[in-house]
């Protein structure tokens, strides 16, 4: 069979879990919702396995393979077909979604256990997982807004899991609402791109391309800044990024998949499919680069100052994308591609550590609450440090390899360029200190009530269960989390996927060590052929000084982080005091939510109560419609008296109407 | 005589029976004057007839016949019963029928 | 010849009109419109439709005329209100207006047909056996038709005439039952003052005046 069959089983796997749960929620007996999803889904990684080794079995200039089910509509001039493209970076890409996820479903199968809805999680998760390999299997426009659109479904579907927390269906709602301005930017870049192009199939429209678009036309750069407003909203750049820290309202599990692994990374993946348009269109390319490399700045400095250690990891999230797509914006797609992966890993290993330290706090998210966990929740400690440490970039973890592929390659390219990758050094730096912020303060010090409680084998319990963000009172029943609280030391399905995530960790960044081996860069270069970019790699002793300046910074980072939570404990709140303007800046995640609502919600509020009253109410409902109904009654009143009941009267009338017709035609005649 | 000059007679007949119709005030007067026009009708129909050379006309005009016979039984018949409940047989006086 | 067979037709013809439309008694409007059905039919006979003139003679100042004696005997006779003076003028002026509208277009035409004679004539014109072709060939779907209309006709009328005592049927049915009619009961003996006595023995009411 070939490889692009395995790709289509690999998109059924999944809906056909999702159809199998959503059907029998009320029959499935206890924990099986979510054996049937994690089987599905992992029954999608081993057909992406059948398929990667197809492809690697195939010469490397035939990579790049289409398969096309059936056409939608071939007369009117639109190529539209349910098509998928099986190339090495849509496999990369399905491996790291497929694998991590299965890890996370198998986490969910014991977190999310007691809740009332575990049936319909795990149908909405399965639904996501088609959605987001539906994205990246794409084989033309027409799949990929797809896609995009069902993922962002399933992620307001998510988000608002517990709907009745109204700060969870909020959430949602501006969750979905950002991400349809995204579409909307999306299915606008794909149209100013066929107007030109003629055709919505990828390898055909990268194909002609360079012949119908000259450097940097204006359709180009408007069409590629469309698809960036779609790829920034979908991976929360600024300035659509104020989603993803609400989007912590949804489950653990949920962030780690949605909102850590693949989601938020479908921006990377579309500059990264879009490269040769991108690469004719440089002004945009140059604006996703500036947007990335702001993002990554300003999210690492919200992050040194949130307490919810849910929302920490949610901005060091925002921070690794601006990375990442200040790489594929850049020219380092397969350095920015390492990261998505190494990231997928780490990150996602970081929330589950988090949902099992959470479940211990009985629910409670904030870091002023927590310490001394490291004798109560053992592995858990273990997974965040790996995982921390990967995300700082220490040596010899995964993240360091990746982050600094990014940045060497940058510093090699040059001009504007080395000045992003100074600012993706003080990130670094910055990532370092919030993460090893939150280790310290959550694992080290005296060990908080909870804590005590849970060394002493006693896993804590709210007496009420409340909303951790407004205190509102809660209930156990179907909307509200569950009763049960599930700590990766007790749950061994939860123990095998953090630990399996703790293992990729640490040798995932093994796949590509510059100048020993360039397995990624080379599995993903039929992909990247035609890419000038791509081709002017730094040469290795580059790399290494790149590298060693990494960990340098890492190392300062973790020094920094140890100095002021763990040896001396009074000097954050010191320094909090000293910068008291630059805290506030942060801690109220400089001031966008407010921006936005002033300029665009209130707005648009206020021209929606217009509306209502002045356009509908009094224009259309008074004066038109009202006002037509009393004109004709008026004239109905007026024509009315015509009927007398007069027999003769009636007869005149027709006679006068008799004798106008004949003078009518006798007069034209 | 020219086909014309009947013409003519059938326009008159016409006239004096719309006149009849809008002067009278006894319902079955008035179903005569109706009489009048459909004759004048009639008469139009069986000229042009002579005219074209064809029966048609005087076919049209049988079936005019017809209907009038119809229409006056059915006329007729209401007049009776308006009798019948003692109403006033007067056509200004009954005009509950509006519109 | 013809020329004054047909001046005295028509002068008869319109005679009778103006007759019907002015005399006061309803029977001599009657009589009156039977003169100028007969003048009508000699008319006819002149444009040579026989069958059409014989068919006016005994359908129509024949049966048609006759059915309106019977109902001028039964309801008229009645004083009859002069109209109100609007319509007085308004109405001959209107038919005026008409004639002269209706001549001016008859007249005024570009058909070269009216001022001729005619078609040439062929023998077997007018007669019954051609219109009866006609009738059972080209036109047999308004023959029929006409057939079903005099029926709904006859229906109709009896329905609108016959004779109801109240609206409940089993009460008359009833009354029939248990007192039958005498022979002479009808509406025209009780306009010549007889009453019927009801079923349950109270006279019939007195006429009553309609509102209108």
Known sequence: MAATTFGWLVLLCPIVGTVIIALGYKRLPGRTPGWIATAAIGLSFVCAIVMLVKLLDRPEAHRQLTSSLWNYASSVGVDAKLQILVDPLSVFMVLVVSGVSTLIHLYSVSYMAGDRGYSRFFAYLNYFVFSMLLLLLAGNFLLLIVGWAFVGAASYLLISFWYRRTTATRAGIKAFVINVVGDVGLVLGTFFIFTHTGTLDFLKTFAVAPHVFHHDSTDLVVGCLLLLVGAFAKSAQIPFHTWLPDAMEGPTPVSALIHAATMVTAGVYLIARMHPLFELAPTAADVGAVGGCLTLLIAGTIGLAVTDIKRVIAYSTMSQIGYMIMGVAAGAYSGALFLLMAHAFFKALLFMAAGSLISAMAGNQSLDRMSGFRRALPFTFACFVIGGMALSGLPPFSGWFSKDDILAYLNHRGGGFEIMGIAGYIGAILTAIYTFRMIFRAFFGEPCPEAKELEEGHLAHAEVPTNPQTGEVEDTDVGFPGPEHHIAEREWPMKIAMGALAALATVGGFLQIPGVDDAIRRFLAPSFATSRLAAAAPSTGADWIGLVIGAAIAVTGVAVAYRIWVLAPGTAAVVRERFAPLYRLFVNKWYFDELIDLAIVRPVAWFGQVTDTVLDRDLTTSVTTGGTVSVVDALSAAVRRAQTGFLRYYVALMLLGISGVVIYFLVSS | ?99 | ?212
């Open chain 2, 1 to 99: 005589m020219a086909i014309g000059w009947y013409l003519v007679v059938s326009a008159l007949i016409f006239a004096i029976g719309a006149a009849g119709v809008l002067v009278r005030r006894s319902p079955l007067v008035i179903l005569l004057c109706l009489e009048l026009m459909l004759n004048a009708a009639n008469l139009a129909l069986v000229a042009f007839s002579r005219m074209w050379g064809g029966e048609d006309g005087q076919v049209f005009a049988l079936i005019v016949m017809v209907v009038a016979a119809c229409e006056v039984t059915v006329g007729l018949g209401l007049i009776v019963a308006m009798h019948r409940r003692r109403l006033p047989i007067d056509v200004d006086d009954l005009r509950e029928l509006q519109g």
């Open chain 3, 1 to 212: 010849m013809s020329a004054v067979l047909f001046f005295i037709a028509a002068i008869g013809a319109v005679t009778g009109a103006i007759g019907v439309v002015m005399l006061r008694n309803q029977f001599y409007s009657v009589l009156a419109l039977v003169f100028h059905l007969v003048s009508l039919a000699a008319l006819f006979l002149l444009l040579r439709a026989e069958f059409v003139a014989a068919a006016q003679v005994i359908v129509y100042a024949g049966a048609v005329m006759v059915l309106y004696v019977f109902v001028v005997a039964y309801v008229g006779g009645g004083e009859e209100m002069p109209t109100r003076s609007g319509l007085r003028i308004i109405g001959p002026l209107l038919a005026l207006a008409l004639a002269v509208e209706l001549c001016v277009a008859m007249l005024g035409t570009a058909l070269k047909g009216i001022s001729g004679k005619g078609a040439p004539y062929l023998p077997g014109f007018g007669t019954p056996e051609h219109i009866g072709k006609l009738f059972l060939t080209k036109y047999l779907f308004p023959f029929e038709v006409a057939s079903l209309l005099l029926l709904v006709a006859a229906i109709g009328a009896i329905v609108l005439a016959r004779r109801r005592r109240g609206l409940d049927p089993d009460e008359e049915a009833q009354a029939r039952v248990h007192r039958p009619l005498p022979a002479w009961v009808g509406s025209m003996a009780e306009a010549g003052g007889i009453h019927f006595e009801e079923a349950d023995g109270s006279p019939e009411s007195e006429p009553v005046r309609s509102q209108g």
